[in-house]
């Protein structure tokens, strides 16, 4: 799912941004995800020590969810809107 929603993530930020910005807010935004990403697989493990590795891989099914509702209400809707 995480590879599916990478084309999904290039075309909603494509579209809040012009021309001029666009390829290097779009590889800033990756580039921290990518950068914080690289941190989960201590956190799981650290998580997985003190509790249990079910407990710690939910985490990771509560984190999709949760992005889905930050990004619905924080991304400006840009139907209709004309684009640079």
Do not use: C, H, Q
Not at 8 to 20: F, K, L, T
Not at 22 to 47: C, D, H, K, Q, V
Request: net charge negative; no cysteine.
């Amino acid at each position: 799912m995480v590879n599916g929603m990478m084309g999904g993530y290039g075309a909603v930020i494509a579209e809040n941004y012009p021309s001029e910005a666009r390829s290097t807010a779009e590889n800033i935004i990756f580039g921290t995800g990518r950068g914080l990403s690289g941190f989960g697989p201590a956190i799981i493990g650290y998580l997985a020590i003190g509790g249990s590795l079910i407990g710690a891989m939910s985490l990771v099914f509560v984190i999709y969810p949760i992005a889905l509702i930050f990004m619905w209400f924080t991304v400006p809707e840009t139907k209709g809107i004309e684009i640079d």
